[in-house]
């Protein structure tokens, strides 16, 4: 076994089953933004901000925003352990990377959560 | 007769300071097919300081692991006809990935010490083992169809670039197809310690599922869809 803690699961199947789920969450949350982008007549200040005012919106947002955390934890995570050998410069790389993911995870909710409609 | 013309990686650590590719041509008969390690041999008669491993020349022994023309496989038994764009020049080197003793040997410590991780022993722990042998079924023997057959060529697991990256994590192909050849044995009660074991963010779950390993397997063997399993199992068991 090898033990390794800098990835997000606990183990080598819990980490394949956060990247599906999470995948499944940001797939859902792409098909649902192209849609409403693709099927609205006009895309407006007015539009977006009714859209993430509903609650069930903001919640599914932050879903989003939760999964692309864990995703890309996971993901730079492997790819890191496979193109970067230097164990001090793929530490910081990820440092860089994690804090970045939660910066937009606590942005996003700051953002997302006061949107009240017009 | 006809000309062959035939490149072959060339290092020697005491002598160059760097490996080199080095230009042979070779006369042969014409329209006449031969396999690579013949052709190997011919080299070597006219070049005695080219070194290479073969051993049973059939295909049984995994020694004369080669990469020809970009693609893994056994010397012995592939004919020059099978090598691609081989009628223009025919490119020798050693398994990619693996640290270079000489010329086209590799040193095959990692893949060993990645086969010796995965226990390929059966584990019984019966307090009370039968008199003469532990029978199996026709059923539970026909499931090791298709995993007892590997050589330990290293052909796969040269081919894998998750190898190359990790080969001190990763288990490899052929590690892990030999992992499930016992995972699924019916004589073997080890099977949640061996999962216990392989149940890490490398040893199994580094596999992507490119399948350059079932492309170069020169048995015909398919690792990738034993890793599938094994990953199965894990799930199976996590869930």
Known sequence: MVSSASTFGRSGSHDFILLRATAIIMALYTIFMVSFFVSADAVTYASLTNLFAHLGMKIFTMLALTAILIHGWIGIFQVLTDYVKKVGLRAFLQFVVCVALIVYWLVGLLVVWPVEGV | ??????????????????????????????????????????????????????????????????????????????????????????????????????????????????????????????????????????????????????????????????????????????????AYRFLIDSRDTATEERLNDLDDAFSVFRCHGIMNCVNVCPKGLNPTKAIGNIKSMLLKRAI
């Open chain 2, 1 to 178: 007769m006809q000309k062959l013309n035939v490149s072959v990686y060339r290092y020697n650590p005491d002598v160059d300071n760097a490996p080199y590719m080095k230009d042979y041509t070779i006369e042969v008969e014409k329209n006449r097919d031969m396999m690579v390690l013949d052709l190997l041999l011919l080299l070597k008669e006219q070049d005695p300081t080219l070194a290479f491993r073969r051993s049973c020349r059939e295909g049984v022994c995994g020694s004369d692991g080669l990469n020809m023309n970009g693609k893994n496989g056994l010397a012995c038994i592939t004919p020059l006809s099978a090598l691609k764009g081989g009628d223009k020049k025919i490119v020798i080197r050693p398994l990619p990935g693996m640290p270079v003793i000489r010329d086209l040997i590799v040193d095959l410590s990692q893949f060993y010490a990645q086969y010796e991780k995965i226990k390929p022993y059966l584990i019984n722990d019966d307090k009370t083992p039968p008199a003469r042998e532990r029978l199996q079924s026709i059923e539970e023997r026909a499931k090791l169809d298709g995993l007892y057959e590997c050589i330990l060529c290293a052909c796969c697991s040269s081919s894998c670039p998750s190898f190359w990256w990790n080969p001190d994590k990763f288990i490899g192909p052929a590690g892990l197809l030999n």
